[in-house]
């Protein structure tokens, strides 16, 4: 199954939909998929996965953020690898509500 798919139809969220729709959806939400109206919901082991991802990317920017010894104003170089982690989110996958 790939990743932002129904496992019905096989419609796939475009990164656009998926982040402006779905990205801060909870857990448990479910959903109809807007092709064939089945309902969806998180795949939960990989949504797991993904957010640890996220965690692990985050962790290693203020790692790097530490071990070079940036102040405040330095940081500011950091901010744009921050939406990168937000790619992870992409990797989601969906399976039928039950």
Known sequence: MDARTCPNCQYRYSPKAYLSGMLFRS???????????????????????????????MGALFLLKEALGLNGAQILWLLPLIPFGVLFYLLDRFRRAE
Do not use: N, Q, S, Y
């Not at 089945?38 to 990317?57: E, M, P, S």
């Open 27 to 57: 857990l448990g939400d479910t959903w109809a998929c807007p092709e064939c109206g089945t309902d969806l919901r998180f795949d939960r082991k990989r949504r797991l996965l993904v957010a640890l991802g996220f965690t692990v990317w």
